[in-house]
């Protein structure tokens, strides 16, 4: 049985709800969010967001290329959407993401529940790059994010 990893983000704007909800909803953005090393790009054009959505993309981890599906499992605008891995480089991949209202803007909250395949070698291969690569990954889409709602 795979080993589940977590891992948490948050983060504040000072921008309404609506702006906010709308960005991330749209799949073209996620290329303006992803780190220029993994060379992420859309294999279809942006669909519309709803529960049932499917997103096709490539990008290159270490030069590897990967292929992944994602699937658009909750939808409740504008405070909630989850994702998970439908095909791609994970054992199993949910990613939740929640907007609030709070005091001067909007909390964005990302919550990602990922394990690995391969056993006991996924598990060292977590510990000696996957956990750093995402923790990466992650700041950089804060850094964008803060960037993109100053």
């Known amino acids: 049985m795979a080993v589940l990893h977590k891992l948490h983000r948050e983060l504040r704007v000072p921008h309404p709800l609506p702006e906010v909800f709308g ?15 993994l060379r992420f790009r859309l294999l279809a054009p942006s669909p519309k967001m709803e529960r049932g959505t499917t997103i096709a993309y490539a990008l290159r981890v270490h030069g590897i ?19 998970v891995q439908a095909k791609g480089p994970y054992e199993s991949w949910h990613h939740t993401h929640r907007f609030s209202e709070v005091e001067g803007g909007i909390s964005i909250v990302d919550s990602v529940d990922y394990a690995l395949p391969f056993g006991p070698l996924g598990q060292l291969v977590h510990r000696l ?7 990466e990954i ?13």
């Open 138 to 150: 992650f700041d950089y889409r804060a850094r964008r994010v803060q960037a993109l709602f100053p």
């Open 65 to 83: 290329p990967i292929r992944w599906l994602s699937e658009i499992v909750r939808w409740n605008p504008p405070f909630e959407f989850i994702d």
């Open 23 to 37: 960005f991330f909803t749209r799949p073209e953005n996620l290329e303006r969010l992803t780190p220029p090393w």
């Open 129 to 135: 790059r996957v956990a750093r690569d995402l923790a």
